[in-house]
Nanobody
Framework: VQLQASGGGLVQTGGSLRLSCAAS????????IGWFRQAPDKEREGVSC????????YSSESVKERFTISRDDAKNTVYLQMNSLKPEDTAVYYC????????????????WGQGTLVTVSS
């Protein structure tokens, strides 16, 4: 599976962005998808994930009231809608494919995209 993350950019505090993760090479139907991020000088952290079929979704405490993950299996794409962005959301965002929707264990994800940079100005 090849993943292409896109949609990052520069936005002001309070603004919105929608990230996309488009897959090729294999259908995402049976996979869970996770979004992770890595801020400068920080470890990568889980942001949101969605299970195969979309029945289960988890988001980290810092984003769960502001970010929404969704999937369109017909387009083989997963989205992360980010609203009310804050400077602390500045990071490179990665999407990843795995068998379970788990945020705290990156080893559950087998395929990773290249990342897209989100910068939130104050």
């Amino acid at each position: 599976v090849q993943l292409q993350a896109s949609g990052g950019g520069l936005v002001q505090t309070g603004g919105s962005l929608r990230l996309s993760c488009a897959a090729s090479g294999e259908s995402l139907d049976y996979y869970a998808i996770g979004w992770f991020r890595q801020a400068p000088d920080k470890e990568r952290e889980g942001v949101s994930c969605i299970s195969s079929g979309g029945d289960t979704r988890y988001s980290s405490e810092s984003v769960k009231e502001r970010f929404t993950i969704s999937r369109d299996d017909a387009k083989n794409t997963v989205y992360l809608q980010m609203n009310s962005l804050k400077p602390e959301d500045t990071a490179v965002y990665y999407c990843a494919v795995g068998l379970r929707c788990i945020l705290r264990n990156e080893e559950m994800y087998d395929y990773w995209g290249q990342g897209t940079l989100v910068t939130v100005s104050s």
